[in-house]
């Protein structure tokens, strides 16, 4: 990471005292689909998927939004629009303000820079490790690569393994290791019996991270 304590809490201050605070229930759209975005949003608490709609009406999962991250990223520093959505994945409080306000607290409060540069960092790192991933030639070993890399954003410790805290259907992860629904199913569930993956309720659990890195070299 760039940016220190104190450029994260001046990008956090910038949110605070100019932002409104909005909350939304699991399922709500922040964007809809198509709409131009309203403003820029903080996320003080929750997950926020993003995602676009194909030619054949799938949706594709692009990227899931955090605690502490910006959307859209990419809108918000260029004013470039790639009409996405973003549904929020768990129950969600944002704090929002105008493009216009931002890019003015931006300018004026140039420690801010920091902490947003290291969300495009880490935005490109993620697109990047999802370009690499389709180099597999199997939708087994594409599959085995997004999960180490959701559970490098997401995992969290547990007695019985690193749970993903980030729901994920099926649909996801199909359309972020370009294969069809089915197949991702198909060997989603295989590698549960051999034990590789669990589930607990709607999030995924890597009982084996080992095993799963082996299945990669």
């Not at 216009?100 to 880490?122: K, S, V, Y």
């Not at 959701?150 to 649909?171: C, N, W, Y």
Request: proline share 4%.
């Amino acid at each position: 990471m760039l940016a220190n304590l104190k450029q994260i809490a001046e990008l956090v201050d910038v949110f605070s005292r100019c932002g409104t605070r909005k909350t939304y229930k699991k399922g709500d759209f922040i964007i809809h689909p198509g709409e131009q975005p309203p403003g820029v949003f903080y996320i003080v608490q929750g997950l926020v998927k993003a995602y676009d709609i194909s030619k054949y009406g799938e949706e594709n999962l692009l990227i899931i939004r955090k605690q502490d991250e910006i959307f859209p990223l990419i809108w918000a520093l260029t004013g470039q629009e790639r009409k996405v959505a973003y549904q929020t994945l768990a129950p969600t409080t944002v704090l929002e303000i105008t493009r216009q306000n931002f890019e003015e607290q931006i300018m004026q409060h140039t420690g801010a820079m920091a902490p947003l540069l290291d969300m495009t960092i880490e935005m490109y790192r993620l697109h990047s490790e999802r370009i690499l991933n389709l180099e597999y030639r199997t939708v087994r070993e594409r599959i085995v690569s997004f999960m180490l890399t959701m559970v490098k954003r997401f995992g969290s410790r547990t007695p019985d393994g690193l749970l993903i805290e980030a729901p994920l259907r099926h649909q996801d992860i199909a359309s972020s290791v370009n294969a069809t629904r089915e197949t991702a199913s198909r060997e989603i569930s295989a590698l549960v019996k051999k034990g590789y993956l669990g589930k607990q309720k709607s999030l995924y659990l890597i009982k084996d991270i080992n095993g799963l890195r082996s299945l990669l070299r």
